[in-house]
Structures are given as C-alpha cells and as structure tokens.
C-alpha cells in the first residue's frame, strides 16, 4: 500500500483516495471504520431519501461506536471508478466500494412506502468476508418527516446500542429533553443550587460523585476552620490573661515568666488568624469553583445541542480522523 502510495508521490500526483482511505483505517484505533450508501428511495424521492441517509449518517456519528468516511469523499472513490451511489444498490458493489475505502463495514438500505406505511430496511455488512453483520428493519405510520426519528432510533439500534430517551420520547410524542411527567433540567439550575448548597448542582445534573466531593471538600475546610477559630480563641484569651498576670506582677521572676506567656500567646494569635484567613480563602475559592463546575457540566438544552454538532470524520488529505461543525437549519 504504501508503496503504491509512493508511487503517486514520486511523480507529482495526489494518490486515489482509495489508497489514502487504506491508510488511514489502520489508525482509527478500537472503533469501527463505516461507509454509508445513500438509502434507495422507493415510493419517496430522491431528495428525501438522501435526507434521510444524511440524518442516519449524523445518529451512527453520535453513537461514537463508529468513525464514517465522509460522505463526499466516499462519492470521490465511487467516481474514479466509475460508480454511481444509484448504480452501487447490490451488496456485491457495496463491498467492493467498501474494499477501495479500506472500511470494515458498509450500511446500505431502503426506505419505501405503501400507502400510508413507511418502511425503513438497513444491511451492514463485513466488507472482508461480503457477511451481513447485522440487519434492521423498522415500519412507520404518519407523515414522512416522523421518519428522521426513526430512521435516528434505528442508527442506534444498528450500532446495538440502547436509543437516548429523548428519541424515545419524541417517537411517543412526549417532551424532549425529558421524561414524560418530569421537568427539564437546566444549566441555570445546576448553577443556581451549587450556589446554595456546594455539590448539589452537579447532584442535580447525575454528577453526583463531584457533587459529594465538592461537598465533602467544603465540610472538611469548614471543620478545620472551626479547629482554628477555638485555637485562636483560646491563644486571645491567653494573651488577655499572662498580659493581666504580667501587669499586676511584683517578683521580677514572675514578670519575667508572664512577660514570655504572652508574647508566646501574642505570636500564637497571629498564627492562628493567619491559618483561619487561609482556611477561609479556600473555603471561598472552592465555593466559587464548584459553581463554574456546575455551569460548565450542568444539563444542556438537547434541543439546541442538535441545532450545532461535531461529527468526528476521516479527512484524506491530512490521512487522519478530524472534527467537523455541522449545523442544522431546520
């Protein structure tokens, strides 16, 4: 491969994106390299069809079981070989697709309708041995954009993942973010019960291990300050005594001896305050540090979250997996 690769670079050309797709697959690490064909519309067009292909693109993305090639430079490998996503609906193309990729896998489907039914079908298959790895099939009744929430739902259930509960709550038409009966949880929540109470915010936003230990962290600084307020209370008070013991003294050895009792109290005092101003300082940091936690961590708005995503993409030309910022305008 790499000599192949070598050879492009000798004469001044870019090499196939085939060869890079090889490439780069062996550094993908533990998660699986996937290639998506644009599901065959039957019954819908074209345009919808590919919408849909874009949207189980994003979902499988989301799983973070799987790293995608991206789809136009997957269009790219087609066209020097003279294939056409049309054309390449066999699981014999697909694989050999897949083999020029350098993919594991490869998912082709179809989404069809009859009257008012829909049906969603979706194959992956190994593209080494051309075995079906796993199948999936879905039926749906109702308009044809209640589709993206199954054709999302079924992304998870391709990766044999359990679907998050807000898709399962928009497919029985409940709330989003949120169980049917509960309200949703915010940012703005989190932050405003760490202000209260440190650790409850990130308690409330299923944090609950930093919650205890901002917790645990602010009752400790508390009893180590209490400990260094009874010492330095017990130092004032001493000082008030050998000071009074030092004054009404008449053996020079006694005066001598109170004199040393309290300038020791006197420096113990000091001592003392200066422990309790620290102690304090960090009781307020800490304080302080665990609201950011709380606003930083807290529960995000899911609704938003779907409006900006990064999708985490195979990118040729630097032979490595990078970020991309997709944003939805819907």
């Known amino acids: 491969l790499e000599m192949e690769i070598l050879a492009w670079e000798i004469v001044g050309l870019k090499a196939p994106q085939r060869l890079l797709f090889k490439r780069g697959s062996a550094s993908m690490g533990d998660k699986m390299t996937v290639a998506i064909l644009d599901f065959e519309p039957r019954g819908i067009s074209t345009l919808e069809s590919q919408t849909l292909t874009d949207r189980f693109a994003t979902e499988i993305n989301n799983t973070g079981k799987a790293i995608l090639v991206d789809r136009n430079s997957m269009r790219e490998v087609m066209q020097e070989q003279g294939y056409s996503e049309v054309e390449c609906s066999s699981e014999e193309c697909a694989a050999e697709v897949g083999a020029m990729l350098g993919v594991q896998f490869m998912i082709s489907g179809a989404i069809g309708k009859l009257g008012d039914t829909y049906t969603i079908d979706a194959k992956m298959f190994e593209v080494a041995t051309g075995a079906a790895a796993k199948t999936k099939n879905t039926t749906y009744v109702g308009k044809v954009d209640g589709l993206i929430t199954e054709i999302e739902i079924l992304a998870w259930e391709m990766m044999g993942l359990n679907p998050p509960r807000d898709l399962l709550n928009r497919r029985r038409g409940g709330p989003v973010t949120a169980a049917v009966g509960s309200k949703a949880k915010t940012r703005f929540g989190a932050v405003l019960r ?68 309290s300038q020791q109290a006197e420096v113990d005092v000091t001592d003392a305050n200066d422990q309790l101003t620290m102690i304090l300082y960090t009781t307020g940091g800490l304080w302080v540090i665990n609201v950011v936690h709380a606003m930083l961590t807290g529960p995000k708005n899911d609704v938003a979250a779907k409006k900006t995503k990064f999708d985490l993409v195979y990118n040729p030309e630097f032979r490595q997996p990078q970020l991309r910022l997709s944003i939805a305008l819907d």
Do not use: C
């Not at 209260?196 to 645990?216: A, E, T």
């Not at 209490?226 to 050998?242: E, L, M, R, W």
């Open 194 to 261: 760490s202000a209260v109470l440190p650790g409850w915010g990130q308690m409330y936003s299923d944090r609950k291990l930093m919650g205890w230990s901002f917790l645990g962290g602010e009752l400790l600084l508390g009893a180590l300050a209490f400990a260094s307020h009874s010492v330095y209370q017990t130092a004032y008070d001493d000082v008030n005594t050998y000071h009074g013991q030092y004054k009404n003294a008449t053996d020079p050895v006694k005066i001598q001896e109170f004199k040393a009792l």
